[in-house]
């Protein structure tokens, strides 16, 4: 079955550290891959996106991802990360061609930046 | 535009009573994505439709749950009755391609 995986549940750095959060995906072919952040009381907002193209992503607010096909990973970067990058981050993924099928969401890594 | 819609924000309610989430998609969207999201299980996709057709309900817990799309810009998503273990935040989202724009969710507690 189609699946999301995101490693870490819970991450806590300091502030000015640098992020990366893991997403792999269970098989191949066409797909689609997308991050969202949820802030505390806020609703899900898209940071990235990939469809093709160059594998390495910039998205919002300095977050990066890249897709490395061989490894079915789409890793979430920022250099360095500020108190306010504290949220939920989700990594989904959607696979074939066009249209938007359902994405399958990853459970979601909670993030605390401590000041 | 104002957004994906959703109403109401926050809902309490107690067993048994039949519940409805609403949602107004973005005007032009021809996709709309009911979700679920609890602590254990993460964003569950519940049901989506295209053109106002379902295409996979696939993820509707059980029959409790049914949603409704009767035309472009609405869209019912209904449990009755109700129980606890439907505490949930319900996020709907509309799209035209690829992404995905959420509403604000509706925080259901059935007590």
């Known amino acids: 079955a189609q699946s999301v995986s995101q490693h870490n549940h819970h991450v806590i750095l300091s502030e000015a550290a640098s992020l990366e959060l893991g997403c792999n995906y269970s098989?191949?072919?066409?797909?689609?891959l997308f991050w969202y952040v949820q802030y505390p009381g806020q609703h899900l907002q898209l940071l990235l996106k990939y469809f093709s193209g160059d594998p390495l992503v910039k998205g919002i607010k300095g977050f990066e991802a890249e897709f490395i096909k061989s490894k079915f990973s789409f890793n979430l970067r920022k250099p360095s990360v500020q108190w306010s990058d504290t949220a939920e981050y989700f990594c989904?993924?959607?696979w074939g061609r066009g249209g938007a099928d359902g994405l399958t969401f990853g459970k979601g890594t909670h993030l605390i930046i401590q000041p | 535009d104002a957004g994906v819609i959703q109403s109401p924000r926050h809902e309490v309610t107690e067993m048994g009573q039949e519940v409805t989430l609403r949602c107004k998609p973005i005007s032009g969207h021809d996709y709309l994505f009911w979700y679920r999201q609890t602590m254990m299980r993460g964003l569950e996709l519940l049901i989506y439709?295209?053109?106002?057709?379902?295409?996979?309900d696939s993820g509707m817990p059980e029959d409790r749950f049914s949603a409704k799309m009767p035309n472009a810009s609405f869209s019912t998503l209904k449990i009755q009755p109700s129980e606890p273990r439907d505490s949930a935040v319900y996020f709907c989202a509309s799209s035209q391609g690829q992404g995905r724009y959420f509403g604000a969710g509706t925080r259901l507690s059935v007590l």
């Open positions: 098989y191949g072919g066409t797909v689609n």
């Open positions: 439709f295209n053109n106002n057709v379902p295409i996979d």
């Open positions: 989904a993924v959607s």
